[in-house]
């Protein structure tokens, strides 16, 4: 079955560690995207990219960093500069970045601090 | 920058009910609307995407409803079961999502 694989599922991270996030799909989709959830607030863009090699900052990108090295693969890496990572972080992707296309959502990570 | 409301935040219903979610939004120069449901830890689940050419989309118990120029759009759930529980999300354009409606279908 076609669809968006985010792992792992749970992670946690040390003071002052970078730690990476994986998102992969098979839908051969172009666009992809990161955002995050925290507790009773809507999902928030963190980076995007429309194609491969191409990445574009969201509305909270800093302490974030991102690739996209391979159409399937656009994996999210938490630096230690991000001071409150604590999350649910949401993978998703669609056709295009054309704004008639749907949005697929893989599963999420939850990340939280040792 | 577009801001979206979804009201109530929670909603509590005996199963069977027929019910209605709302979602408000500021820039009515959307694309598309789409709602989502998310289960306790889970990704999202799309249920209807609207065009904005668009005015409503049907898909089994679900019907949403979209009106621009009032920057509102609808959810109605039919016949509410309690397989219907979850977190209903809307989402404007992509990017812009609500905090949701959180519902419960009591037996």
């Known amino acids: 079955d076609g669809g968006i694989t985010q792992s792992p599922k749970y992670l946690f991270r040390k003071e002052g560690q970078n730690v990476t996030l994986s998102c992969e799909q098979n839908l051969n989709h172009d666009a992809m995207y990161w955002y995050r959830q925290d507790p009773g607030q809507g999902l928030r863009l963190i980076y995007y990219?429309?194609?491969?090699?191409?990445?574009q900052k969201g509305d909270i990108a800093e302490g974030y960093s991102v690739s996209r090295e391979k159409k399937e693969s656009f994996p999210l890496t938490v630096t230690s500069a991000q001071k409150n990572p604590t999350a649910f972080y949401l993978c998703a992707s669609s056709i295009s970045r054309l704004y008639n296309q749907p949005q697929h959502f893989g599963d999420g990570t939850r990340l939280s601090i040792l | 920058k577009q801001e979206v409301t979804q009201i109530p935040a929670a909603l509590s219903v005996p199963e069977g009910e027929n019910l209605v979610l709302n979602c408000s939004f500021t820039d009515s120069a959307i694309y598309n609307l789409q709602w989502f449901r998310q289960d306790p830890g889970k990704g999202l689940t799309s249920l209807l995407l609207i065009q904005s050419s668009q005015r409503e989309q049907t898909s089994g118990r679900l019907n949403a409803s979209l009106d621009k120029s009032s920057g509102r759009s609808t959810l109605y759930i039919a016949a509410s079961q309690p397989g219907d529980s979850a977190t209903y999300l809307c989402?404007?354009?992509?990017?812009?999502f609500g905090a949701g409606t959180r519902l419960t279908v009591k037996p």
């Open positions: 989402a404007v354009s992509i990017g812009s």
């Open positions: 990219s429309q194609i491969v090699n191409d990445f």
